[in-house]
């Protein structure tokens, strides 16, 4: 099926720093989600794009749709311990209404003490 | 407080057994899915439903089942045909557009 390439696998950095991730896609995408997972729990929606060249803020988070409409950036600025965890891209496999989603396999973040 | 409700939150199955997955939500939204997460992976979908008694297969749907006969329910039943059953069990719901709403998920360890 469809795959969803994300960038790092993993980051160890220190509280305050800036993150980058990214999400890429054999696949034009008409829209991008981001979504923070913590352990044990289900993920939690942060952003949505819908449209190529979208920059959209929640907070401390920004998130970009890539202008090529196969990737997707995801920036944290100024980190901090809640930050931890597992962030995931995601797509729909359609453009019409509610269509299942194609995950990406995640970029789990830990910051170092 | 409108949300999706997983239960149980840890659950332990016998070889051979069927077991269900609860899911409920009180968001009035249309779709409803299911996810299965191992270890260090994404998400891969087992079944999703748009409508009331109606839903389909997702990518890994062998050993699993679903019904929906309520708008607020999608129980899953992993079925013994599940050979590796052990996992992080999630189910979401959307509405209109494709942004999906997670639960806390199920989960299940065989023993």
């Known amino acids: 099926g469809q795959q969803l390439n994300q960038s790092p696998q993993s980051m160890f950095i220190q509280e305050g720093e800036d993150v980058s991730m990214n999400c890429t896609s054999s696949s034009i995408f008409n829209t991008w989600l981001w979504y923070k997972q913590d352990p044990g729990e289900g993920p939690v929606l942060l952003i949505a794009?819908?449209?190529?060249?979208e920059l959209t803020s929640n907070g401390r988070l920004t998130a970009q749709f890539g202008i090529t409409r196969k990737d997707s950036f995801l920036n944290i600025s100024a980190s901090i311990p809640s930050d931890v965890g597992i962030y995931f891209c995601a797509g729909p496999l359609s453009n019409f209404g509610n269509e299942k989603l194609t995950f990406g396999t995640g970029t789990r973040l830990t910051i170092i003490p | 407080d409108g949300g999706i409700t997983q239960s149980p939150k840890y659950l332990f199955r016998k070889e051979g057994q069927n077991v269900t997955l609860s899911c409920e939500q009180n968001l009035n939204h249309d779709a409803m899915y299911w996810y299965r997460q191992d270890p260090g992976q994404g998400l891969r979908l087992i079944y999703y439903s748009q409508i009331v008694n109606d839903f389909q297969k997702g990518d890994i749907a062998e050993g699993y089942s679903v019904s929906r006969e309520k708008k607020e329910s999608f129980p899953l039943t992993v079925t013994s045909a599940q050979k590796n059953p052990t996992a992080f069990y999630l189910c979401?719901?959307?509405?209109?557009?494709?942004?999906?709403?997670f639960g806390q998920g199920t989960r299940l360890t065989v023993v």
């Open positions: 979401a719901s959307s509405t209109t557009g494709p942004e999906a709403f």
């Open positions: 794009l819908y449209k190529a060249g």
